[in-house]
């Protein structure tokens, strides 16, 4: 109601009581014969008061009501932020965790494959371990996962491949 941002609650409060006071004033006063001729004015003036005063502390009544619910919503929100910024810093830790993982593991593909190449550097290969590691990087195997006793690389048919052809002279080009 917008009238209630307008009084403070304290004048709705005088407003109820003095329509109360002047209700009861208005009977009491009928005795005395002087006064008795403004009777029905007074109650008439007290009651529309303090309909008007009830009226108004309903609606303090049911904003403090309404206000109690925010306050207990905006609780709820407040605790909800804290959890969520708990299990937030729970995902943080466990992504981190696991991209240190990932990292440590292609580290040490890295360093096995360096080490496997510096053997076949002079003929030109790629060395079988360096296919079966690279294979093991890009599963999310470890070294020690892909190299098996029983694994077996085939490289025959890529070292074919990597070998150059065989120059041919411009003639052999020539129609014959």
């Known amino acids: 109601m917008w009238i209630l941002s307008f009084l403070p609650d ?10 109360i006071l002047g209700v009861i004033a208005g009977f009491v006063l009928g005795i005395i014969p002087l006064i008795g001729r403004y009777q029905l004015p007074i109650q008439v003036i007290s009651i529309v008061v303090l ?3 009830v009226f108004l ?12 619910k925010v306050h207990e919503q905006e609780a709820k929100v407040a605790e909800s932020q804290v959890e969520s910024a708990k299990t937030n810093t729970k995902i943080v830790t466990r992504i981190v965790t696991k991209n240190q ?17 510096k053997v076949f550097d002079n003929e030109c ?4 371990a360096a296919i079966t590691s690279h294979d093991a990087a890009a599963q999310g195997k470890t070294i020690e996962q892909a190299l098996k006793p029983d694994s077996v690389v085939n490289t025959d048919q ?13 003639r052999d080009y020539l129609p014959k």
């Open 125 to 128: 290969k790629i060395p079988g």
């Open 101 to 117: 993982v990932i990292k440590e593991a292609g580290d040490t593909v890295v360093q096995y494959i360096d080490r496997e190449v």
């Open 158 to 170: 890529h070292d074919q491949l990597t070998k150059p052809p065989e120059k041919k002279s411009w």
């Open 10 to 19: 304290s004048a709705i409060h005088i407003m109820f009581v003095a329509g």
């Open 51 to 53: 309909t008007f005063a």
């Open 57 to 68: 502390e309903g609606g303090i009544a049911d904003n403090n009501a309404w206000l109690a």
